[in-house]
């Protein structure tokens, strides 16, 4: 599905609620997640694009008719477009190609399931043969071709993979859902997002099968991410709305909205003070067209916006724009962002870094590997443009689509949507952690000393255990005449741990925090207690002790 779940306009509404009214009425028509296997019923989600109620209708049909060609086709057709696994929909078609009465589409379908499966020389041989049986669908061969293309592009990226780790944000922020375009300021306090889950605001579900959109926020607390709750009703309605940008401060949200009827696919902004909540979304004046506006930011300054249309002069489809503020407040006339960033082929979600050298942006074009790809382009002070797209590369971009990029201050993590293995179902977000970027690390610092003030001169010795691996990380000696310590962590959990000759062991646990709770330094006095049984008792360091203070760097892979 490209651009996540696309709106269809006026005629959505007109159409959905016609659904709706017909499913209340028709006593066969079954309700939310209830499965009659009734033909009709499958047929109707299938051409309504409901890929995810039918699903469930064909394989109850299929049960029934172990042998029916159709149910095997569209079962296959629904795995393809539903965020679940698309390897499932490779039987059915490998099983329609070993009959004797073959449709050509059903080549065309098989390259690309397994095109979305990384069978990349498997999809190649399928689409030929399709072309090959037939000539003369010219639309279809010409779709063909661009998938062959973008084949050829995912091999080539998966020879040199980005070294990254992908980690769910958590059960407290995704779904069994589509939770999807994750945004996060700089300092990664707040996570701005769309879902489709249960409880969004109206409770409508769409054509699709799926609730309509709301913008949900979650909280950075102790390093973790909090329960995630509505944005509430200053954004969110009972229609379509979905988050798009946010500025590197977290001040300003971007969101597109689309009701169906007087607001159809326009940019909005949404404001907030610090600690406060965001006010009611307005629109973005000198920017929305009658067609649609997809995407916005807005540089750090608030001057200039990158925004996706449709609706001006472009090179084809979706192209990205740059509009600088007129001294009224609205938007002065959009500038194409040239060919370096746009193609024939649909451009979205633009993402301007806070200096506004570098733009983050998917295409279904350039040298992407399936669907949308995530593409950067560098800004060129003597040339004036930008320069040409460079794919992220493999596996943050995969042959399904990926859209939205956000990307913390210090480049170590970034966020996405994704389906992948363990998750909580559909899309869910994960934090993309960039190996080779070096960890931020916090200095821990302070002073051991014997709390009789008399004599606090004290030797002592300290172990740093992480609570995750149960590893070492360190043993360290401060300077015995002050008591002085400085050690460096990365993010993590921690025990420390110090003896010293004639006091009880001192041990506590410590939590040094990343995203917006990330401390460059953290003032920790240890006072040591008398232990009149230990004074006989010398103490000896696990591990001769070392003058350095900085432990040996974390293995992140």
Same mark, same amino acid.
């Given at each position: 599905?490209?651009?996540?779940?696309?709106?269809?306009?006026? #005629?959505?509404?007109?159409?959905? %609620?016609?659904?709706?009214?017909?499913?209340?009425?028709?006593?066969?028509?079954?309700?939310? +997640?209830?499965?009659?296997?009734?033909?009709?019923?499958?047929?109707?989600? !299938?051409?309504?694009? *409901?890929?995810?109620?039918?699903? @469930?209708?064909?394989?109850?049909?299929?049960?029934?008719?172990?042998?029916?060609?159709?149910?095997?086709?569209?079962?296959?057709?629904?795995?393809?477009? %539903?965020?679940?696994?698309?390897?499932?929909?490779?039987?059915?078609?490998?099983?329609?190609?070993?009959?004797? *009465?073959?449709?050509?589409?059903?080549?065309?379908?098989?390259?690309?399931?397994?095109?979305?499966?990384?069978?990349?020389?498997?999809?190649?041989?399928? =689409?030929?043969? !399709? @072309?090959?049986?037939?000539?003369?669908? /010219?639309?279809?061969?010409?779709?063909?071709?661009?998938?062959?293309?973008?084949?050829?592009?995912?091999?080539?990226?998966?020879?040199?993979?980005?070294?990254?780790? =992908?980690?769910?944000?958590?059960?407290?922020?995704?779904? *069994?859902?589509? &939770?999807?375009?994750?945004?996060?300021?700089?300092?990664?306090?707040?996570?701005?997002?769309?879902?489709?889950?249960?409880?969004?605001?109206?409770?409508?579900?769409?054509?699709?099968?799926?609730?309509? $959109?709301?913008?949900?926020?979650?909280?950075?607390?102790?390093?973790?991410?909090?329960?995630?709750?509505?944005?509430?009703?200053?954004?969110?309605?009972?229609?379509?709305?979905?988050?798009?940008?946010?500025?590197?401060?977290?001040?300003?949200?971007?969101? =597109?909205?689309?009701?169906?009827? &007087?607001?159809?696919?326009?940019?909005?902004?949404?404001?907030?003070? @610090?600690?406060?909540?965001?006010?009611?979304? #307005?629109?973005?004046?000198?920017?929305?067209?009658?067609?649609?506006?997809?995407?916005?930011?807005?540089? $750090?300054?608030?001057?200039?916006?990158?925004?996706?249309?449709?609706?001006?002069?472009?090179?084809?489809?979706?192209?990205?724009?740059?509009?600088?503020?007129?001294?009224?407040?609205?938007?002065?006339?959009?500038?194409?962002?040239?060919?370096?960033?746009?193609?024939?082929?649909?451009?979205?979600?633009?993402?301007?870094?806070?200096? +506004?050298?570098?733009?983050? =942006?998917?295409?279904?074009?350039?040298?992407?590997?399936? +669907?949308?790809?995530?593409?950067?382009?560098?800004?060129?002070?003597?040339?004036?443009?930008?320069?040409?797209?460079?794919?992220? +590369?493999?596996?943050?971009?995969?042959?399904?689509?990926?859209? %939205?990029?956000?990307?913390?201050?210090?480049?170590?993590?970034?966020?996405?949507?994704?389906?992948?293995?363990?998750?909580?179902?559909?899309?869910?977000?994960?934090?993309?952690?960039?190996? &080779?970027?070096?960890?931020?690390?916090?200095?821990?610092?302070?002073?051991?000393?014997?709390?009789?003030?008399?004599?606090?001169?004290?030797?002592?010795?300290?172990?740093?255990?992480?609570?995750?691996?149960?590893?070492?990380?360190?043993?360290?000696?401060?300077?015995?005449?002050?008591?002085?310590?400085?050690?460096?962590?990365?993010?993590?959990?921690? %025990?420390?741990?110090?003896?010293?000759?004639?006091?009880?062991?001192?041990?506590?646990?410590?939590?040094?925090?990343?995203?917006?709770?990330?401390?460059?330094?953290?003032?920790?006095?240890?006072?040591?207690?008398?232990?009149?049984?230990?004074?006989?008792?010398?103490?000896?360091?696990? /591990?001769?002790?070392?003058?350095?203070?900085?432990?040996?760097?974390?293995?992140?892979?």
């Amino acid at each position: 599905m490209s651009l996540f779940y696309r709106i269809r306009g006026a #005629m959505f509404i007109i159409f959905c %609620t016609l659904i709706l009214s017909f499913r209340l009425l028709a006593q066969q028509i079954p309700a939310q +997640g209830e499965v009659f296997g009734d033909p009709k019923i499958a047929g109707d989600y !299938f051409k309504t694009g *409901d890929y995810k109620d039918a699903l @469930k209708e064909y394989l109850v049909l299929l049960k029934e008719e172990p042998d029916n060609a159709k149910y095997k086709m569209n079962i296959a057709i629904c795995y393809i477009n %539903t965020n679940i696994d698309k390897s499932k929909a490779l039987p059915y078609l490998e099983y329609l190609i070993s009959q004797k *009465d073959v449709e050509s589409i059903t080549y065309f379908y098989l390259g690309k399931a397994y095109h979305l499966n990384y069978k990349f020389d498997e999809a190649i041989t399928a =689409f030929d043969k !399709f @072309k090959e049986l037939a000539p003369n669908e /010219t639309e279809n061969i010409k779709q063909a071709d661009r998938l062959i293309e973008m084949c050829n592009n995912g091999k080539e990226l998966m020879k040199f993979p980005t070294n990254v780790t =992908f980690k769910n944000v958590g059960k407290d922020v995704n779904s *069994d859902g589509p &939770d999807y375009a994750p945004f996060v300021p700089e300092d990664e306090s707040f996570m701005v997002f769309s879902t489709r889950r249960k409880g969004v605001t109206g409770e409508i579900i769409d054509i699709d099968g799926y609730h309509t $959109a709301d913008v949900f926020i979650s909280q950075e607390k102790g390093g973790k991410w909090a329960k995630a709750k509505s944005i509430g009703y200053s954004v969110n309605t009972e229609y379509d709305e979905q988050v798009v940008g946010l500025t590197p401060d977290g001040r300003n949200l971007l969101v =597109f909205i689309n009701n169906g009827y &007087d607001i159809l696919g326009d940019l909005y902004m949404a404001s907030t003070s @610090k600690g406060k909540n965001f006010q009611k979304a #307005m629109p973005m004046k000198g920017l929305n067209t009658d067609k649609y506006e997809w995407a916005a930011s807005l540089d $750090a300054d608030r001057e200039e916006v990158y925004f996706a249309s449709e609706g001006l002069n472009t090179h084809g489809g979706t192209d990205l724009f740059m509009s600088k503020k007129l001294p009224t407040g609205d938007w002065g006339v959009p500038v194409n962002l040239g060919d370096n960033v746009n193609t024939e082929f649909d451009e979205n979600y633009p993402i301007i870094s806070a200096d +506004g050298k570098t733009l983050y =942006f998917c295409s279904q074009g350039h040298t992407t590997m399936g +669907g949308y790809d995530i593409f950067k382009s560098q800004w060129d002070d003597d040339k004036q443009q930008w320069s040409t797209a460079t794919n992220i +590369g493999y596996p943050i971009n995969t042959p399904n689509d990926d859209l %939205t990029f956000s990307l913390s201050k210090n480049q170590k993590y970034g966020y996405v949507s994704a389906h992948r293995p363990g998750g909580f179902g559909d899309l869910d977000i994960y934090q993309v952690i960039f190996n &080779d970027i070096e960890t931020p690390q916090t200095v821990l610092k302070g002073v051991v000393f014997n709390g009789d003030s008399a004599n606090p001169k004290i030797k002592a010795y300290i172990t740093i255990t992480s609570l995750e691996t149960s590893e070492i990380v360190g043993n360290y000696v401060p300077i015995e005449k002050s008591g002085k310590y400085v050690i460096i962590l990365a993010p993590g959990k921690y %025990t420390i741990d110090v003896q010293a000759d004639g006091f009880k062991n001192h041990s506590e646990d410590i939590d040094i925090l990343d995203k917006g709770s990330f401390q460059a330094e953290i003032l920790k006095n240890i006072i040591m207690e008398k232990d009149a049984a230990l004074t006989q008792t010398p103490v000896k360091p696990i /591990t001769p002790p070392i003058k350095s203070i900085i432990p040996p760097k974390p293995d992140t892979k």
